[in-house]
């Protein structure tokens, strides 16, 4: 297994970023769900759930990223790419994420969105 640096947030092992070396591991991912705003000539809103990418790093902290469709609504939907913010402790050791942006256009309209991720790791026990 190839050695790569540990990143200085913990669990985020990332190459040639630190001075400490590791072995490869899997960083975490979030699961997210949300609703858009309503929008459109016949008004209306999407829904969307799913999981983030593993963890980028960014300054200090990490983002995810989501690429994601919404649900369908009278023959069309549409897409999210986003990145999240870094990351929010809402525990030693737990952490969500927040987003917030548009969705792409289609049927002549787009979308708002605000989320933010669920909890990391929700059941394991530290």
Known sequence: ??????HAAKNDCIPDHCERE???IQTHVHE?????TL???ILHNHRFAGVTS??????????HAILVNTDFFFNHY???????GPAIYIDHDKH??????????NFGHDHDFQFTTFIEDPLLVD
């Not at 297994?1 to 540990?6: A, F, G, L, N, V």
């Not at 549409?78 to 999240?84: K, L, S």
């Not at 969500?96 to 256009?105: A, L, P, Q």
Request: proline share 5%; glycine share 10%; hydrophobic share 35%.
């Open 1 to 6: 297994m190839p050695k790569i640096k540990i």
């Open 22 to 24: 590791c072995e490869a």
């Open 32 to 36: 997210f769900a949300g609703s858009t």
């Open 39 to 41: 929008e459109g000539a």
């Open 54 to 63: 593993e963890a980028i790093p960014y300054r200090k902290s990490h983002v």
């Open 78 to 84: 549409h897409e999210i790419g986003i990145r999240t």
């Open 96 to 105: 969500i994420h927040f987003v917030e942006g548009e969705t792409t256009t």
